[in-house]
Every structure is written in structure tokens, then in C-alpha cells.
């Protein structure tokens, strides 16, 4: 079980810093976790006397909870920080958050925040691995993984597929861990969205192909990721309506006809079902969605384990 690779002691902030056989290395640890997680007695030792915290001052449940339950399996002790009730509401500072809670001992955060880069100020602050889950619209390396690890376990590897990926692609940090993760692992991406939710340049800095017609982008897909419609930016004029932008972007039993027959329909949630995806495809047996959830936590368990060194048995 990955033994080969060390990632003891090390930072999780984006995917640009792990290569393709160390992305192997967890998904195949995330296997092992998987199966004890589908036991009657879904619990290990590996991790007692360790202490995880999840420092999220965004709001989250799949991420949040997912890793406080793979920290829990693992029987590390769990720091759930809770911002609204917490001190930074009387105007404490990030730093000084970050090293009281550090003066209690804890052995890793996992941080979602607002501001990019606010995961390697964590890392500084404590001197503690810090796992990114989720810095403003930056980056979502466990998300990514999660979604490496789901195409992997239904289409049996990454290589050679067509990943595309659909929405609102300016202001998601799931799209851009993907596109760095997917690509490392043989894919090839193709990101499609109206001209307004797709920033110039894509190609370039990711090496992707970039889309704005839904049916050409979607011509041979083996996988489909909807992105969530930030309906706050509806009034911001970045297209007409809701309903137009779900008339040109809505991934449907209708528009999934464009992919290849057999093509997955994935989507990291939170959803708005009827807007960027409609409910007859969420609940068809192309989707994944739920699975995705399920194996967030299997692949939060296998990155726990080898960042603070578990040991089997
Ligand atoms: N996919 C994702 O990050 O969901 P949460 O915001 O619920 O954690």
C-alpha cells in the first residue's frame, strides 16, 4: 500500500505539487479505505494519539464532514473549529487563531477559507501539515482526488479519457484542481461554459481545450462534470437569465446524448438541480454523484493516513 511514497509530513495545497505516482499512491490507499469502510466495524487504529482539526471559516458539508469521519475511522482525536461561535468573531486574527490552537497540540489542519493562499499562511503559522479544502477560487485538491479516485473505480483508469467539464468555470476551484490532477493522470480536459464564465487563456496555463457549445464539447466524452451555477452572480449580468443559461448548459438525459453511450455524469455538489443539471440525470444510473460523496471519504482517509503516518494493523 503505497509504501513507496513518502508523503509523510507533507502539505496539501494544490495537485501541481504532487506527481502522477504519488496521485496513484492515494487513490490506491483510498481502495484499502473504501473496503473498510463498507465493513460492519468501520474503524482503525492507525491514527490514536494524533489530533486533526478542521479549521473551516467557509461554509462546507460534504468536505468537512467527510473529513472529520475519515478522522474519526482512523481514530485520531477531531478539533471540529466552528467559526460562528469562535473568537474570530470578536475580530481574533487568522495567526492568532491558528497558533492557539496549535499551543493545544493538534498534528494537522485541514483549512477552507475565502481567501486563496490562506492554507500555506496556516502551514506558517504552525509549523503543521495543512491540507487545502477549499481556498476561495483557487483550488480543491481533495475534491479532484475524490473525482480522480470515482472515474477510476467505474471506467478503470484516467488515461486516454475526455473529461468534460461544464459551468461556471471563473469562479470554481474545483475545475482548476481537476485540470492539473486529470491531466497529470493521462486525461485530456475540456472545459465548456458561456464566453462571460470562462477566463481567456485556459489553454494555455492548463493545457486544456476550451468549449462554449455544448454539443461539440461534449462530441466522444467519457465523463461529464457539471459545476455549480453561482446563482449570486446571476445579477452580475454574465448571462441573460437562469433559464437561458439552463437551456445552453444544462446537463440532461437530452444533452448527455452528445457523449459517448456509456459516459459518467459527475457533479462535487452543492448542486442546483434544474439549473446546471436536471434531476432526471441526477438520479440516472449515469450518475455518480453519490458515490462521490461516499469515496470523499475513503480518499480522505487514505491522505490522513499517509500524511501523518499511520500504520496498518
Ligand atoms: N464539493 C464540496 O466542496 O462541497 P462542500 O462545499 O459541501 O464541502
Not at 490552537?101 to 506558517?124: C, E, F, T, W
Not at 477510476?152 to 459551468?167: A, D, F, P, S, Y
Not at 485530456?188 to 454539443?215: A, F, N, Q, W
Amino acid at each position: 500500500m503505497a509504501e513507496s511514497f513518502n508523503l509523510l509530513g507533507r502539505n496539501m495545497y494544490d495537485l501541481d505539487d504532487y506527481t502522477a505516482e504519488e496521485i496513484t499512491a492515494i487513490l490506491d490507499a483510498a481502495v484499502v479505505m473504501k473496503e473498510i469502510n463498507q465493513r460492519d466495524y468501520k474503524k482503525l487504529p492507525t491514527l490514536k494519539g494524533k489530533t486533526v482539526c478542521t479549521l473551516f471559516v467557509e461554509n462546507s458539508t460534504r468536505t468537512k464532514i467527510s473529513f472529520e469521519l475519515a478522522a474519526s475511522r482512523l481514530s485520531a482525536d477531531l478539533i471540529s473549529f466552528e467559526a460562528e461561535t469562535s473568537s474570530l468573531q470578536k475580530g481574533e486574527s487568522l495567526q492568532d487563531t491558528v497558533e492557539t490552537l496549535n499551543a493545544m497540540g493538534i498534528d494537522l489542519y485541514i483549512i477552507r477559507h475565502s481567501s486563496p493562499g490562506s492554507p500555506q499562511l496556516v502551514n506558517k503559522y504552525s509549523g503543521k501539515p495543512v491540507l487545502n479544502g477549499g481556498d476561495g477560487r483557487h483550488a480543491h485538491p481533495t475534491q479532484a482526488l475524490l473525482d480522480m479516485f470515482s472515474v477510476r473505480e467505474v471506467l478503470g483508469t484516467l488515461k486516454g479519457l475526455k473529461v468534460v467539464i461544464v459551468g461556471d468555470i471563473t469562479n470554481s476551484r474545483v475545475v482548476r484542481s481537476n485540470l492539473i490532477g486529470m491531466k497529470k493522470m493521462g486525461a485530456s480536459v475540456t472545459i465548456c461554459g458561456p464566453r462571460t464564465l470562462v477566463p481567456g487563456h485556459m489553454e494555455e496555463v492548463y493545457g486544456c481545450t476550451v468549449e462554449y457549445d455544448l454539443k461539440t464539447a461534449l462530441k466522444d466524452a467519457d465523463v461529464v462534470m457539471g459545476l455549480r451555477m453561482q446563482l449570486e452572480r446571476q445579477t452580475e449580468g454574465l448571462f441573460p437569465s437562469l433559464e437561458e443559461y439552463s437551456k445552453h448548459y444544462s446537463i440532461s438525459k437530452e444533452t448527455m446524448q452528445w457523449a459517448k453511450k456509456n459516459a459518467i455524469v459527475m457533479h462535487p455538489g452543492p448542486m442546483n438541480r434544474g439549473i446546471e443539471i436536471l434531476p432526471e440525470i441526477v438520479e440516472s444510473s449515469q450518475s455518480v454523484i453519490i458515490e462521490q460523496v461516499t469515496n470523499g471519504v475513503a480518499v480522505r482517509m487514505a491522505l490522513l493516513f499517509l500524511i501523518l503516518g499511520g500504520k496498518m494493523g
